[in-house]
């Protein structure tokens, strides 16, 4: 089974712009969640989205914004780019309701200059 | 009341030795308690997690001790190999209601020397 694929890998912004991240969840997997990884504050929940729903949502601003299509794939919007939001973007995938486990993918590595 | 606390920030053992990384958690719902392992330019990969209802798990060389009165959980790496050089996170989630938000410890950089 193919795990989780995220793109692009590597992305350079300079403040103010916009970005949009992308997430294929595993094949059958219906959640997916989001998190910012950065040295300073580690690992943090962003959102997450179950059914094209957006089920739970972590403490970042409105500029931070996401939605997933019918077929689970999930996208991630960052409007007015800051300095700050430099960081590794993770996308976790899981299974329908009773299974945890969350999978990651690689990440998206976005660097605003 | 969401925070996972999580030490040491780095750890140094040697080959053969036993790295342990300790974790407390605050928010008594919290109920699945899983370890990433994540290599640099990877995504963390789930090592073992566990239940409150259990008190230790052990997978292969990986064990979690959990301590529910505590409030605290273990990772205890037998026979640490240089290929267990990683950073290492617990993390804590509630599972109750389906929804999946998993609060991370700040990790620990293991490096296994030789």
């Known amino acids: 089974k193919a795990g989780v694929t995220q793109t692009p890998r590597y992305l350079i912004k300079t403040r103010g712009q916009q970005v949009t991240l992308s997430c294929s969840p595993i094949?059958?997997?219906?959640?997916v969640s989001w998190y910012q990884q950065t040295p300073g504050q580690g690992l943090q929940f962003l959102f997450e989205?179950?059914?094209?729903?957006?089920?739970n949502k972590g403490n970042f601003p409105g500029r931070f914004s996401g939605r997933q299509f019918s077929n689970s794939r999930s996208e991630m919007n960052v409007s007015t780019l800051e300095l700050g939001d430099s960081a590794l973007y993770l996308c976790a995938s899981s299974a329908p309701r009773g299974q945890e486990t969350q999978y990651f993918g690689p990440g998206t590595r976005l660097l605003v200059l | 009341q969401q925070q996972v606390k999580q030490s040491p920030q780095s750890l140094i053992v040697q080959k053969g030795g036993i790295s342990i990384i300790n974790c407390a958690y605050e928010?008594?719902?919290?109920?699945?308690f899983p370890w990433y392992q994540q290599f640099p330019g990877k995504g963390p990969a789930l090592l073992i997690a566990?239940?409150?209802?259990?008190s230790e798990k052990k997978e292969g060389r990986f064990t979690i001790s959990f301590n529910k009165s505590a409030k605290q959980f273990s990772l205890h790496i037998m026979d640490s190999q240089p290929g267990d050089s990683a950073t290492y996170f617990c993390?804590?989630?509630?599972?109750?209601?389906?929804?999946?938000?998993?609060?991370f410890g700040q990790g620990t950089r293991l490096t296994i020397n030789p």
């Open positions: 989205y179950f059914s094209e729903t957006q089920r």
């Open positions: 094949s059958g997997h219906r959640s």
């Open positions: 566990i239940r409150p209802d259990v």
């Open positions: 993390a804590a989630s509630r599972q109750g209601g389906g929804a999946q938000k998993l609060v």
């Open positions: 928010n008594t719902a919290f109920d699945y």
